[in-house]
C-alpha cells in the first residue's frame, strides 16, 4: 500500500532575526524578503515594534542591528513606492509609506538602549540613514557606502536623515556626498565619522565584541543618561530640523502634478 508523502509547510520567511544574548539584542536584517537587499516596508514595521517593545525592557541594554544579507541595505524599497503610487495617485498612501521611515529613526534614536551598526557590503541610502541613528557605527574594511538619492532625481528625505547625517558628519562634507552622490570607502567613512571602527569582515563581530563588554560593566542608568544628554545636545544643532516635512518632499517629487481645478466664474 502506498503512502502519500506529508507536506511540511516552509516557515513563514520575517524581516529581521531577534536573537537576544543576556543583555545584548541582535537585531538583523533579513533582505530575502526583498528582491534587491532593500529596505521595505515590513522590515520597518518589524523594526519599530522591536524598538517599541524595549520601552518595557529595562534588561536590553544594547541592541546590535546587521543585516543577513549579502548587503547590510540598498536602500528603500522603490518598487514599493511604485505600487503606492499606482494604488492612490494623490500619494496619500506613499506618504504614510515615508512616514514610517521617519518614526522609526525616531524610535531609534529615542530608545534607552545603546545601539550599534554593524556594517558590511554595500549600505546605499536608507541603510546608510537607519546606520547613521545608532550612537556606534562599525564596518568591514570592504564596505561601500553612497547617497544616491540626487541622483535618482529624489531628495534625500527618507527617516529624516540630512539633519542627523549633518550633526554627525558635518555640512561640507554632507553636501558634497549628497549633491554628488558618488561611492565611497569604509577609509572615508571612518575618516568623516560615519564609522568609528573598520576591520576586516571576519573580525568584525570581534570588534562589536570590544564595545559590548565594557558597555555591560556600566552603570544602566549612567549610559542611559549619558547616551540622553548627548542625544539632546545633537538635536540641539538640528534647530531647524525640518525633518517632519520628508515625506512631502518625496511624495510631491514622485506623484503626478495635478493642476488645480479652475475656478468657474458666473456670467
Known amino acids: 500500500m502506498n503512502s502519500t508523502p506529508t507536506l511540511t509547510a516552509a516557515p513563514p520567511v520575517t524581516p529581521l532575526g531577534v536573537t537576544q544574548d543576556g543583555p545584548v539584542l541582535h537585531v538583523r536584517l533579513n533582505p530575502s524578503q526583498t528582491p534587491d537587499d532593500s529596505l521595505g516596508i515590513a522590515a520597518i514595521d518589524a523594526l519599530t515594534a522591536v524598538l517599541d517593545t524595549l520601552h518595557d525592557r529595562p534588561d536590553v541594554r544594547v541592541l546590535v542591528l546587521s543585516s543577513l544579507g549579502t548587503d547590510f541595505c540598498l536602500g528603500a524599497d522603490r518598487h514599493e513606492y511604485q505600487d503606492s503610487l499606482a494604488a492612490d495617485p494623490t500619494g496619500t498612501a506613499l506618504r504614510r509609506v515615508a512616514d514610517k521611515a521617519h518614526r522609526l529613526c525616531q524610535a ?145 517629487m514622485l506623484t503626478p502634478s495635478q493642476a488645480p481645478a479652475q475656478e468657474v466664474v458666473g456670467r
Open 108 to 252: 531609534l534614536e529615542n530608545t534607552h538602549a545603546v545601539t550599534i551598526a554593524r556594517l558590511h557590503g554595500k549600505v546605499v541610502g536608507a541603510g546608510l540613514a537607519l546606520a547613521s541613528y545608532c550612537d556606534l557605527r562599525a564596518g568591514a574594511d570592504t564596505t561601500r557606502f553612497r547617497m544616491p538619492e540626487v541622483g535618482l532625481g529624489l531628495p534625500p528625505a527618507w527617516g529624516g536623515a540630512m539633519g542627523r547625517l549633518v550633526s554627525e558628519l558635518g555640512m561640507a562634507r554632507i553636501r558634497e556626498l549628497m549633491l554628488t552622490s558618488e561611492t565611497f570607502d569604509a577609509a572615508t567613512a571612518h575618516r568623516l565619522g560615519l564609522l568609528h571602527k573598520t576591520a576586516p569582515l571576519e573580525t568584525l563581530d570581534d570588534t562589536i565584541t570590544t564595545w559590548t563588554r565594557p558597555l555591560l560593566r556600566r552603570s544602566p542608568e549612567a549610559l542611559v543618561l549619558t547616551r540622553r544628554m548627548l542625544t539632546g545636545y545633537a538635536r540641539a544643532d538640528r534647530t531647524a530640523d525640518v525633518s517632519l516635512l520628508d515625506a512631502h518632499l518625496l511624495t510631491s
